[in-house]
Every structure is written in C-alpha cells, then in structure tokens.
C-alpha cells in the first residue's frame, strides 16, 4: 500500500514538471518572452538532436566530459594520498592545518589566471586547473577523516597489535570514507564547472565554446542545448557517484 | 610516559604464579595524581573484580594492564615482565561497545579482524570465526552489520572479537553497564562460563557491588582521590554460580553488607 | 602551538623570495614576494582596491540577497506544506544539477556585461544551496515544538513566526552562510570567465598584460576577502546561536 502511494506521489510530480515543461512551451510560442532569448523545450531539444547528428556536439561533449574525469580523477588520488598522510600525522596537521584554513574560501576560478601564466591557452591548462580545483575538498575531507577516527578504535588496534599501515588501510581509510565520498562528489562538479570556465576563456572548444559562441550569435536554441547537455553532465555525474556511495556504505544505520 | 620499545619473549608462569603485578604503582597526570601505591597480583585462572566510586581510578588501572598507559612510578609486570606495549594474549573489552566495533564490517568481519591482526592462517579463519560466534550466541548474525544489532548483541559480538586473541588475561571496563537488567545477567554467566573453560585470568571493573561479588574470586574496593587499594575482599562462594541460589546465600549478603559500608565510608 | 601553522607559509615566502634574488629572473609570470607587497600597497593607496572589491561584493550580495532570499523562502513554503514539497520534487531535482557557468552565457544574452549579468548569476548559484539547506533546517525542527504550538492554539501566522522561524534559525544561518561562499566565488568566477568588472576581471587583466605581481597581489586579495567574510560570519554565528548552531559533522571544502 504504501508502495503505491510513493508511486503516485512520484508520478504527480512528472506530471508537475511536464506541467511545468508545457508552460514553458506555452510562453515560447505566445512569445511572451523575445524568442531570441527564450526557445521552447522542443526546439532546444531539436538543436540538441541536431546537434548530435552533425557530430559537434557530441565531440564537445566528450571534451568537456574527459578534461572533467582527468582533472577530477588526478585531483581524487592526489587528495587522498596527500590527505591520508597529512591527516594521519599529528605534527603535519599542526604545521599544515592553518594554511589550507587558509586556503579553503579562495575560489579556485582564480587559479585560471595563475594556470594561464605559466600554460598559456592550452588544453593542459584547463585540465592542470580542473585539478587544482577539485583537490581541494578531496584533501581537506580526507584530512579531516583520517584525523577523527574514532578514538576507541584507535586503541582496538593498539590491542590488536595492529601495525601503522594496517591501521591506514583497515580503520582510518573506511572511517574517512563517508567524508571522502561526500567531497569527490563535490570535486566532480567542481571540475565540471572549471572545465567549461577554462574552455571559455583558453577557446579549447567543448561545451564551453558551444554555448559562449551561441550566446555571442543570439542563438539560443543551441544555447539551451547547450546548457541541456550540461544539466545532464551534472545530474549523471551526481548518480552515478550517490549510486556508488550507497554501495559503499551500505553498512552504515539508516537515518 | 610512552615508551613503545618492543617487549621481550613471553615467558610462561609458573602455577599460582602471578600473571599481572603492580609493586607501587603510581601515576600522576596533569598534575593530578591519579593512582597512589597501588600493588596487588592477578593469578592465572583468578577473577578479580574491582569497585570503587566514580574518579578512583578504576579504568586507569585496567589501562595499564593493556599497556594503553603507563605508570609514573612503580612497575607493572606481566608474566615477569616490565608493561611496554598491549600483549598479544591480553584482551580489552571496553564499556562503549558501539564505538569498539568497527561499523563497516559485519559481525563476522570485525571477529576476523582479531584473526587478521594474530596472522591465524587464512583457511582456518571460517571455521575459527563461526566457532567464536557460536560461542558468544551470535551464529546467526554472522552477516548483520553492528548497526543492525542491539546493544546485548555488540557487547557480544565485542567479547567474541576478544576471544578470538585466544587471550589469557581478559580486561573488562564495566561492560555491561549499559545493558539492561536481563541482558546484564545473561551475559553475566555467559562470561563465567567463558572464563571457566578458556582458563582466562579475568580482571572485571564494576561499579556494581553485586556483580562484583557474584563474578569474582576476589573483589579489589579502591578508595578515590587519589586512588588506592583500600581493601580486598576474599569471595568464598562456591562455583559455579547460579543468579538465583548465590545471591541468596548467607556468605553474599555479608559482602554485600560489607561494601555497601565500605563505599559508604569512602564517599559517593 | 599557533605559531607552527605560520612556519610553512613563511618559510616559502622567505624561499620565494631568496630564490628571485639569487636567480634575478624577469619573468612574465613570476613574481617575487616583495614585489607583490609593493603592488599589493600600490592598489590600496590608489584606491583601485576598493574599487574593484566594491564591484565584486555589490554583486555577491545582491546575488545572495535575491537568489538566497528566494531560495530560504521557497524552503520555507515547502517546509510547511508537504504536498507542494513532494510534487515539486523532480522538477527541483531535474534544474538542480545544472552548474551556473552553464546559465552565464543565457543572462550574457538577455543582460550583457555589466551589474545585472553578475547578480542574476549569483542569484541562480545562491538558490539552490539554500533551497536544500534551508528545507533541511526547517525540516530539522523538533516536531515536539510543532505539537506545542497546536496545543496553545496559535495561528498560521503565530505558529511560523515563533515557533518556526525561530527554532529553524541556527540552521537557517548556516544556509546563509555557505550561499554567502558560494555567492563570492560565483562573482569572481563570472568575472574571471566574462564580465569587465571587479577583481576578477582585474585578476585577468593583470595577467594579461604581463603584470604577475599586480595579479598575485589581487589574488592575495581575492583570498584575504573571502576568508574575512567566512570569518566573520562564522563569529556572527557562534555570537548569535553559540552551540545551539554548531551542526554535526559539516563537510569540509567548498572552493569552486
């Protein structure tokens, strides 16, 4: 029973945002709003199609989404290395802690610049800068992580015998791991976000180039489009890691 | 004080022989003494149960029998030697059992935890693993996760973990403190019976008088502020234990009688 | 113990520095430290400093003001009405995944550069963290409280204003705090990525124009603001909620 009301609840809310989908419709071919500003959802989905077809959006796309995964891959093995040993050391943290504080609020966008500086307009550029950006949550989670870890659990290995690196390995590791799959999810769309501001700014095409230029010639229907296929880029990006988290962390008590 | 220099062999001692001794033991931390003077032994094969009001120092003492602490002055031996570092056949089961267990592994994993870290041959571990089990009464839970099990079933689950040591000293810190009236006495005679067939030296901190008296052979009545061995109460009923026949008998009710003043005195 | 944290980042200027010294190298985009504190002085004495950090907070706020307000009141009106909340659902889930460097070249469309094109894409970026956060808040509340609140019979009215608003409050801050982050981080990133104006442009434009000291000492700048608002607003937090607003176990790391 209660399995059919959550159906029902959910397909209410399809049915709201086809509702919502129609509105938009509505006002596109009323012109309510400058067309040039505004197409309709079936026109943005034909550019998109369109877009596919003729092949330039998809090579886009797969630009976007590989500088996205390199950068974000790098920055994730990085963080975690650097953060578990960082983390594990009482002294390090003393000596490091401040300044990645310190750190932490800079907008990483501001790196682009700097990357600029020493790249120039390159495709290493943006992925070097993708990731910076995404290291940090990474570093800073896994930091954190690995330096609350459960007392107690501390003092089960010390019973145990256990040595240095098992403890890493078989306590501090999974015990960091709920905050560490919390930021790579944050890291990821952190690269995302570089990725298409690093494409604007060095013209190293992908999405980023799609819709600066369709902006530039007023065409929004590959606008759109273009900021669809992103949508689509975040939302997947964001499943598949919840999807992998979920697994992970089975173990832990529902809330 | 945190000399981690690797102990010596083991040594096996001797019968009667003491396993854990305190000669004058002392410690002082921050500024605050803690444990004054303190000497007793732990025979092999012994119960001993410690009571003494909040703040005596009766989890400190356990701790540095684990070798998690060590004294300011005085020594603490086991098996004839000085306390550097947790021996591999002492076990320490601790009052927060939720926190003692690791959360992503399963009933069985956190057992073959124990196992991995004592290096127990690989093929032998299942089997090793669902005897603990079954020894603790969690057979069927083998698979569920500590966060699906009650707080009776950790406590369990910890004491299976620490068995799996094959330990000779067993270290209890107030365990069942947090279990109910029914568990509490389940587990009770659960734990007897443990220490009575694995010939485990057990050292049990309570603050519960009566439990004290049922469980052990000898009941240490620490005085607080700083801590120190105030008096040792020989426990001269016979085993094995019942919860209905002991707790009635003329010998428990004088001891009871007796700590009750004796804690009376000392203060709350 | 303070002072260990300040060994690191000292020991690097002192090295920076010996080694721009030592090599005497002009570079193009390198800098040595002293000549990024000259530069970093030079902006504050002639006044470019606040004026391109005017530009940029003027933009942050009125970005967080409209899209956090509308995002806190939006979660308030979900908060209260569980049907709306659960219709909504997919449509708030299908726009939440879009990142806002995505939108940017829409409002670039409609606005063109300037004051708007910023705030209505900080706008879009502060709603969505407080539209989640804020529903979190208001959905934390002890439902004890909302049971109290029927037995002495308030109003609608009554119920949210104080039982409500107020109990939602330390958590209603934290929202603002984290969209007030993110607002000056998407106002830096928007002028970094297209708009003339505020320090991220003159960031840019300081690299552009070969000036690596000026873009260091902006990027010094860029850091010393955001960590000060941080700072400041989590003071205002522990002085206004004290441990009533601590929440469990926030993840760390939010630049983007």
Redesign the interface.
Known sequence: MKRLREFG??A???A??LG?LGLWQFVAWRRFVNP??LPGPIETWNAMLDGFRTGMLGERTLATVQRMLYGWVVASLVGIGLGAAIGSSRRAR??????LE?????????I???G???FGLSNAMVIGVVAF?SL??????TI?GFAAV?R??I??A?????SRG?VMV??AF??A?P?IL??MR??L??A??LS??GE??AFQGG?GSQ??E??RA?R?PE??A??LV???I??A??LALSALETRL?????PR | MNRQTAGGDVQPAGAGEALVSFRDVSLTLSGRRILEDISFELKEREFVCVVGPSGCGKTTLLRLIAGLMFPTSGAVHYRNQIVRQPASDIALIFQDYSKALLPWRTAAGNVALALEAIGSPKAERPARISALLQKVGLAQYAGHYPSQLSGGMQQRLQIARCLAQDPTVLLMDEPFGALDAMTRQVLQDEILRIADSGGTSVFFVTHDLEEAIYLGDRVLALRPNPGRVAEIFDVRLPRPRDQLVTREAGEFLQLRRALFDFIQETGH | MRWKGLVLPAGAVVLAEACARIFGIQSDSLAAPSQILVAAWGLLRDGSLFAMLGQTLLSALGGLLIGGGAGLLLALVLGLSPVLTRLLRLPIEALRPIPSIAILPVFLMVFGFGYRLEIANVSFACFWPSLIIGQAAISGIEPRLLEVSRVLGLGFWGRITKIVIPAALPRLFVAFRLAASVALIVAVTVEIALNPQGMGYELMSAQSSLRPEVMFAILLYIGVTGWSVNAALLLAQRRLFGRAGALPGAVPGEAA
């Open positions: 609840w959910r209410a809310s399809v709201v945002g919502f040039v500003f003393d000596y490091l802690a401040p300044t310190f750190l932490r609020p800079l907008p990483s966008s501001a682009v610049p700097v600029i500086a020493f950006g940090w949550p990474t570093l800073l989670a954190h459960e107690r659990l003092e089960v010390r019973m145990l015998r256990l098992a078989q306590i999974p015990s791991l905050d919390a930021a944050l890291g769309i952190t995302l976000i298409v501001v604007i700014l999405l819709i600066l369709a902006s007023y929004s606008l759109f273009g900021v992103l949508g689509m975040g939302l990006s964001n962390l089975r173990w832990r008590a």
